[in-house]
């Protein structure tokens, strides 16, 4: 079955520096893999989607994500992390066996400090 | 385009009333999905919907319904309420591209 584990629950970065969120994906074959935001009392908004045109995927606001199959992990990455950034993460896959299903991982909350 | 948007945007009710929320899509997209999200469970799949069809349903019991009509709308009931239906619950749609969705702010429902 497909699914997707994000590995920290919650990320701490001072803000300017590095982010790094991570997400492995587990599918019997090749996934669309999203990542999407949620800011406190908000939707979800859709950050950046891979679907093996590339591996290397950018998204809104300076982020991206790199699909790596050898270690079925796409982790999300912003070189410099401004206090906006401060949210709830969510890796996602998509199912589209029957209909359309999208499938969370349990989200990381990013904290950014000054 | 304006996005998706849902309403009420905040629900309160008590156990065993019954409550609908309603969703618009983007315009154009044919694809309703729903989700419920909690601390304790995430975000969870409840049901797809396609041209007014229920095409995937999540794990959900069945006082958990919906419906679509010919104008994409989709509404999402929730009858004899327990505590444990708190939540916010998503709508999202998609347009041709099936697999993105895009999501409305959310509905959040209190159950007392």
């Known amino acids: 079955a497909q699914s997707v584990t994000q590995l920290d629950s919650h990320v701490s970065v001072s803000e300017g520096t590095p982010v790094l969120l991570r997400c492995n994906y587990s599918s019997s074959y090749s996934p669309s893999l999203f990542w999407y935001v949620q800011h406190p009392n908000k939707g979800l908004q859709l950050l950046l989607k891979y679907t093996s045109a590339a591996t290397l995927v950018k998204g809104i606001n300076g982020f991206e994500a790199e699909f790596k199959k050898s270690e079925t992990s796409f982790h999300l990455t912003k070189p410099s992390a401004h206090m906006s950034d401060a949210a709830e993460y969510f890796c996602?896959?998509?199912?589209?066996?029957?209909?359309?299903?999208?499938?969370f991982g349990a989200g990381t909350i990013l904290r950014v400090k000054s | 385009k304006a996005g998706v948007t849902q309403t009420p945007r905040y629900l309160i009710k008590t156990r065993g009333q019954q409550v609908t929320l309603s969703c618009s899509p983007i315009s154009g997209h044919r694809s309703v999905s729903w989700y419920q999200q909690t601390p304790g469970q995430g975000l969870q799949f409840l049901f797809e919907?396609?041209?007014?069809?229920?095409?995937n349903k999540g794990n959900f019991p069945g006082r958990f319904s919906g419906r679509q009509f010919s104008n994409s709308r989709s509404e999402m009931n929730v009858s004899t309420l327990e505590l444990g239906d708190s939540a916010l619950y998503l709508c999202a749609s998609s347009g041709t591209d099936q697999e993105t969705q895009y999501f409305g702010p959310g509905t959040r429902l209190l159950v007392l």
């Open positions: 996602v896959v998509s199912l589209m066996e029957y209909g359309n299903k999208l499938v």
């Open positions: 919907y396609f041209s007014e069809t229920q095409r």
